[in-house]
Nanobody, 127 residues
Framework: QVQLAESGGGLVQAGDSLRLSCAAS????????MGWFRQAPGKEREFVAA????????RYADSLKGRFTISRDNSENTAYLQMSSLKPEDTAVYYC????????????????????WGQGTQVTVSS
């Protein structure tokens, strides 16, 4: 079992930056690909970014490329999502998720393929 805990969310203004963290416990994250998803009120959960277990492969939602950066530190058992130039439409609950590298070798954008999920952290961007 892997327990994931997001942190770093909050209320910011448009144009600000924010870094979300996803700390894992229970097992080492080095065997898992990581993903970030978000869900805005009244909308479906959507893919944000993913990173392979090694960190060598990264994938982003097309609409977020250039503003969001996913990274990981396996020695710290933590994944990160750096968000810049935030917009009000980025307001959502952000979730991190882990998928076993034995199932997905690199990255996946599909929420249903992830094995473990955190509880989410709220990000609110005011205009």
């Amino acid at each position: 079992q892997v327990q994931l805990a997001e942190s770093g969310g909050g209320l910011v203004q448009a144009g600000d930056s924010l870094r979300l963290s996803c700390a894992a416990s229970g097992r080492t994250l080095s065997s898992y690909g990581m993903g970030w998803f978000r869900q805005a009120p009244g909308k479906e959960r959507e893919f944000v970014a993913a990173i392979s277990w090694s960190g060598r492969t990264r994938r982003y939602a097309d609409s977020l490329k250039g503003r969001f950066t996913i990274s990981r530190d396996n020695s710290e058992n933590t994944a990160y999502l750096q968000m810049s130039s935030l917009k009000p439409e980025d307001t959502a609950v952000y979730y991190c998720a882990a998928v076993s590298s034995s199932k997905v070798l690199a990255t996946t954008t599909l929420a249903r393929e992830y094995d473990y999920w955190g509880q989410g952290t709220q990000v609110t961007v005011s205009s």
